[in-house]
């Protein structure tokens, strides 16, 4: 019994990581690949199969110019917006959940729990729906096809995670802190930034973390509200999808964008063995 | 404590939030009860023609939308089994216990899009490793242009890309339990299956809505891989309501009748989510 259980436990664990593993390998082999190899039929091993080379991988610091794709230019547009607009909603996210942790609103029947979910609600909220109003509002002030107006629309997107995130973790952090401080002789803002913030710093990696791990992802926004004078990351490899499909570099990019994200699960993993993220799902 | 400071902590974050938001919300509103359409750009009024229209007369609104609910819940329901199986199983110690970790959460970390894209050469009919590999028994399933397998297509996709998320939130979970309740259950001598119904599951299912419900809500959004695994296609048999509501809106540029659309799908999904939220909680959490 216990070795059947042990059994199917190693099985499935080995399934699913060839599972999760297969299309990074697959694109890892395909970016080596020429036309001849991808068309000519599949094949899997480099020198044995086919000969590895590295055009795909050139073509992407090559200008259009001359027959490249060029991704460094979205690589850091990606990175301006997202880090932006990440670092945005955490301060304004966490001065909102800090609030919503210590002080009491009172509104008409409006509480502090109606607030802390009109924050987090905002992810219901489809995409699309705010897509046309923003596409149609964004014309009208000249932010179309704009990094300005891509960070706006990703404050929506990210401001509520950091909300959910700092809420959970204010309320685990014990109010007899900032008591102390303010008795010590601190104004609220002194105590929230000395005594609160640095006991906070586990909290603002998570945060920080899923605002960088959706803001990294969009693909919707950035594909409806910018063409051609800003392009992301994103758009631009699905772009290359829609012409003659060179796999090879299509792969490499792929490879190239998913890469610093990696360390992101690294930093996720260590919080996570460490207890931080349990208070946020409950 | 002060009164007049909490407003300076609250407000900057809430007027933000309420200042994007709000016009957009009021103007697709507005918008909804107008004609905006290519020819004819402008905020007229033509009172509630749009709605009159997709409630009598757009078959193809209603079932990309229980398409949707298709899609949405399988994956979800997916993702949790093996989302727990995998939490589970690296909860306790194993060998290489950190190392499988982070390979379990690395898929949500790539963008949906990108990835798609190398999933779309995964799958090629006859370019792709999978049908090469079923060659061997002699199959060659149509995986994107088939109606029928490219919504499994689709599930296959979305289970990888977000199974991880639903690894994070319930291994989170299963790290902050008390001990006591186990200690008490190898005390009795229980079997492991009888520990996880009787002890782990009961102790999870709070953290189980929870996830539950946060993995529907981002699953309800299904569209960038839609858009580039099948283009909706063949035909119209993986087009999800996000999709639709895109093409009539913005390829076509009936814009009226497009806000009018998502006025609607956001009421259905607030109004459906609400639901299964409280049946959950009903279900998971009987005493």
């Known amino acids: ?282 | 404590m002060n009164f007049k400071h909490k407003y300076f902590f609250l407000f900057p974050g809430l007027f933000v939030l309420i200042g994007i938001l709000i016009f957009p919300i009021i103007f697709v509103v507005r918008l909804s009860l107008s004609g905006w359409n290519s020819y004819n750009p402008g905020l007229d009024y033509i009172g509630l023609e749009n709605y009159i229209r997709l409630f009598t007369d757009d078959p193809r609104f209603w079932e990309s939308f229980f398409r949707l609910s298709f899609l949405s819940v399988t994956t979800v329901i997916l993702q949790y089994v093996i989302g727990f199986a995998l939490a589970h199983m690296v909860w306790k110690d194993i060998k290489f216990k950190r190392f499988f970790r982070v390979l379990f959460l690395v898929p949500m970390m790539t963008t949906p899009v990108i990835m798609t894209v190398i999933w779309r050469t995964f799958f090629h009919e006859s370019l792709g490793p999978v049908n090469d590999m079923l060659s061997v028994f002699g199959v060659a399933p149509k995986w994107l242009t088939d109606p029928v397998i490219a919504k499994f297509t689709v599930i296959i996709v979305e289970v990888w890309q977000w199974t991880p998320f639903m690894f994070l939130l319930l291994l989170a979970g299963l790290l902050s339990l008390p001990k006591e309740p186990f200690l008490a259950a190898a005390i009795d001598g229980a079997s492991p299956v009888r520990k996880f119904i009787y002890v782990t599951f009961p102790l999870m299912a709070p953290i189980s809505i929870g996830a539950i419900i946060i993995r529907l809500i981002e699953a309800s959004k299904i569209m960038d891989t839609v858009y580039v695994l099948t283009s909706g296609g063949p035909g119209t048999s993986t087009e999800t309501s996000s999709f639709y509501i895109f093409i009539k809106g913005l390829r076509e540029f009936q814009m009226g009748y497009a806000a009018s659309m998502s006025f609607t799908y956001l009421i259905i999904m607030i109004i459906s989510l609400t639901i299964i939220a409280k049946v959950l909680t009903k279900l998971l959490l009987k005493e």
């Open chain 1, 1 to 282: 019994m216990n070795k059947l259980y042990i059994f199917l436990k190693y099985f499935f664990i080995v399934v699913w990581t060839v599972f999760v593993v297969a299309p990074f390998l697959w694109a890892l082999t395909t970016s080596f690949k020429d036309f001849q190899s991808v068309n000519g039929g599949v094949t899997y091993i480099p020198w044995v199969d086919f000969e590895p080379n590295l055009e795909g991988w050139k073509v992407l610091i090559k200008s259009p110019a001359k027959g490249g794709v060029d991704i460094v230019e979205p690589y850091f547009n990606s990175l301006f917006v997202t880090c932006t607009a990440s670092l945005i909603s955490i301060i304004l996210g966490t001065l909102s959940a800090y609030a919503l942790s210590r002080y009491t609103f009172k509104a008409g029947f409006v509480k502090n729990n109606d607030i802390t979910f009109f924050f987090i609600s905002q992810r219901i909220m489809p995409p699309i729906v705010l897509s046309i109003p923003f596409f149609l509002f964004l014309s009208s002030i000249n932010l179309l096809d704009s990094l300005t107006g891509l960070i706006v629309v990703y404050i929506v997107l990210l401001m509520p995670i950091a909300v959910w995130i700092m809420v959970d973790f204010f309320n685990k952090v014990p109010r007899e802190i900032d008591e102390t401080a303010l008795i010590d002789g601190c104004n609220p803002y002194q105590a929230f930034l000395k005594v609160v913030l640095p006991n906070s710093i586990p909290g603002l990696i998570v945060a920080g973390m899923f605002c960088i791990i959706f803001g990294w992802i969009d693909f919707f926004f950035a594909f409806i509200l910018t063409f051609t004078e800003v392009q992301l990351l994103p758009v631009k490899i699905v772009a290359l999808n829609s012409s003659v499909t060179p796999w090879w570099s299509l792969s490499a990019s792929a490879l190239v964008s998913v890469a610093p994200l990696i360390i992101v699960a690294f930093i996720v993993e260590r919080y996570l063995s460490k207890g931080n993220l349990s208070g946020a799902i409950k």
